[in-house]
């Protein structure tokens, strides 16, 4: 990993090779004798000595170029700046340094038309694309250009961050950009097959946990590429038997993220991670159903078998009283009622878009009706009675948490709940869900 060197006088090859290797001693010492060489480049790569510091990593050689440079956005042969080398690399610290340093985020190489943010998804840096995410939120691009836009740059073939993320089998990226608001369905250019979406490119790369992904956040299995195949068709032609399966347009619809709902983009990070268990654990069981059914297929593999409840006491916490199954997790703001992880997604993907304005209205709360504005963490028993010892005085009765409350609300959710009331059941009746 690292740019090789390729320069010809005998000074700059030390020099280089100083840089290369982190030897900051050396480094410091050849600037002091020379300091125009801070200037010269590698003879075919036209690789700077911030260049080669980027993309090995050598952050301390990168500060101590940095002060002597103007600007950190050098173009090597490639017009690459080394903020692209960091990123395809995945150094983050020499990310972070040259964000902090001004590096533009939005510049384009001449090999692909790519940005850095196209290449931390394309090698699956995940913490770089975030930090590259994070910057846009405040340098001139949201300005300039908006955020919503920067996340779904295309580079010179048409292709956005999350179809290379796609295509590459990172799916760690592939979340992080759905969630930071890449387009599920957007079509590319020239990329892969024309007209392919993140979908067709994760099936033809037979990445599971991309497809998964890409369904669970609204992926048209149905869309077609300018050469007329579906996802599915792509995935047979390169034998992603399991792939193919998932995206079969006979098998069942996956449970779809609620994104349009204004409180589910609002939630706290602890709030959305139970949310985004229980859609996985929906979304696994609807899977393995599939995939039996398949021949010489293996069951969905787990990926969140650490995250059940399974080793909460059920008499250190409350059940959730509208499946009495699983431990209540989330709790309605105002309120005050608990539900289950479980429950409470399967609300929010009930939800059917208003026909007029073909909005999204707020799920309301099943036991007293109230519109659900935001969803908090519940907090247990134990956590309760500490802040209770502490504030005894000056305070007021309780509101009773009596969940039974409202039953004619309970009996109208219980049967939309459908099997939802089951640890691991994932399918909500035997309705078609409309997608949000």
Same mark, same amino acid.
């Given at each position: 990993?690292?740019?090789?060197?390729?320069?010809?006088?005998?000074?700059?090859?030390?020099?280089?090779?100083?840089?290369?290797?982190?030897?900051?001693?050396?480094?410091?010492?050849?600037?002091?004798?020379?300091?125009?060489?801070?200037?010269?480049?590698?003879?075919?790569?036209?690789?700077?000595?911030?260049?080669?510091?980027?993309?090995?990593?050598?952050?301390?050689?990168?500060?101590?170029?940095?002060?002597?440079?103007?600007?950190?956005?050098?173009?090597?042969?490639?017009?690459?700046?080394?903020?692209?080398?960091?990123?395809?690399?995945?150094?983050?610290?020499?990310?972070?340094?040259?964000?902090?340093?001004?590096?533009?985020?939005?510049? @384009?190489?001449?090999?692909?038309?790519?940005?850095?943010?196209?290449?931390?998804?394309?090698?699956?840096?995940?913490?770089?694309?975030?930090?590259?995410?994070? +910057?846009?939120?405040?340098?001139?691009?949201?300005?300039?250009?908006?955020?919503?836009? @920067?996340?779904?740059?295309?580079?010179?073939?048409?292709?956005?961050?999350?179809?290379?993320?796609?295509?590459?089998?990172?799916?760690?990226?592939?979340?992080?950009?759905?969630?930071?608001?890449?387009?599920?369905?957007?079509?590319?250019?020239?990329?892969?097959?024309?007209?392919?979406?993140?979908?067709?490119?994760?099936?033809?790369?037979?990445?599971?946990?991309?497809?998964?992904?890409?369904?669970?956040?609204?992926?048209?299995?149905?869309?077609?590429?300018?050469?007329?195949?579906?996802?599915?068709?792509?995935?047979?032609?390169?034998?992603?038997?399991?792939?193919?399966?998932?995206?079969?347009?006979?098998?069942?619809?996956?449970?779809?993220?609620?994104?349009?709902?204004?409180?589910?983009?609002?939630?706290?990070?602890?709030?959305?991670?139970?949310?985004?268990?229980?859609?996985?654990?929906?979304?696994?069981?609807?899977?393995?159903?599939?995939?039996?059914?398949?021949?010489?297929?293996?069951?969905?593999? %787990?990926?969140?078998?650490? +995250?059940?409840?399974?080793?909460?006491?059920?008499?250190?916490?409350?059940?959730?009283?509208?499946?009495?199954?699983?431990?209540?997790?989330?709790?309605?703001?105002?309120?005050?009622?608990?539900?289950?992880?479980?429950?409470?997604?399967?609300?929010?993907?009930?939800?059917?878009?208003?026909?007029?304005?073909?909005?999204?209205?707020?799920?309301?709360?099943?036991?007293?009706?109230?519109?659900?504005?935001?969803?908090?963490?519940?907090?247990?028993?134990?956590?309760?009675?500490?802040?209770?010892?502490? %504030?005894?005085?000056?305070?007021?009765?309780?509101?009773?948490?009596?969940?039974?409350?409202?039953?004619?609300?309970?009996?109208?959710?219980?049967?939309?709940?459908? %099997? @939802?009331?089951?640890?691991? %059941?994932?399918?909500?009746?035997?309705?078609?869900?409309?997608?949000?």
């Amino acid at each position: 990993m690292g740019q090789g060197l390729s320069c010809n006088p005998t000074h700059d090859h030390h020099f280089f090779r100083a840089v290369q290797t982190g030897d900051l001693e050396s480094v410091e010492c050849i600037l002091r004798s020379e300091p125009s060489i801070i200037h010269h480049t590698t003879a075919y790569e036209r690789l700077s000595a911030l260049h080669i510091a980027a993309a090995n990593g050598r952050v301390e050689v990168l500060c101590l170029v940095l002060d002597r440079l103007v600007k950190p956005d050098l173009l090597n042969r490639n017009k690459q700046t080394p903020l692209m080398l960091a990123a395809m690399h995945g150094k983050i610290s020499c990310v972070q340094k040259l964000i902090e340093a001004g590096a533009n985020i939005l510049m @384009f190489d001449s090999l692909h038309g790519r940005s850095c943010l196209h290449y931390a998804a394309y090698y699956g840096h995940s913490d770089c694309l975030q930090a590259i995410l994070a +910057a846009a939120h405040s340098t001139p691009v949201a300005d300039s250009w908006g955020f919503a836009r @920067f996340v779904n740059v295309r580079d010179g073939n048409g292709a956005t961050p999350l179809h290379l993320a796609a295509r590459q089998r990172r799916p760690d990226c592939v979340h992080f950009l759905l969630d930071s608001g890449a387009l599920v369905c957007a079509s590319t250019g020239g990329y892969g097959s024309p007209g392919s979406t993140p979908l067709h490119l994760a099936a033809r790369g037979g990445c599971l946990d991309c497809v998964r992904e890409l369904l669970a956040w609204g992926a048209n299995r149905l869309q077609r590429d300018l050469s007329g195949r579906i996802p599915y068709n792509v995935a047979l032609k390169r034998n992603h038997r399991a792939c193919a399966a998932l995206l079969n347009p006979t098998s069942a619809e996956p449970l779809v993220w609620p994104s349009p709902i204004k409180f589910i983009s609002e939630l706290n990070s602890d709030a959305k991670i139970l949310l985004e268990r229980a859609l996985m654990e929906a979304n696994r069981t609807r899977e393995n159903n599939i995939l039996k059914e398949t021949t010489c297929l293996s069951p969905s593999p %787990s990926h969140s078998d650490e +995250a059940t409840n399974d080793d909460v006491p059920e008499n250190e916490t409350d059940l959730c009283c509208i499946c009495f199954d699983q431990v209540c997790t989330l709790e309605v703001q105002d309120c005050g009622h608990q539900m289950c992880a479980h429950c409470t997604l399967a609300l929010c993907c009930h939800s059917k878009p208003n026909p007029v304005t073909s909005c999204m209205p707020s799920p309301v709360c099943p036991f007293c009706r109230s519109n659900i504005a935001r969803l908090v963490v519940a907090k247990s028993r134990d956590e309760e009675k500490d802040k209770e010892n502490q %504030s005894k005085s000056k305070r007021g009765p309780r509101r009773s948490r009596n969940l039974s409350e409202g039953s004619s609300s309970f009996k109208g959710l219980s049967s939309a709940m459908g %099997s @939802f009331g089951k640890r691991g %059941s994932g399918r909500v009746a035997d309705e078609p869900i409309d997608k949000p």
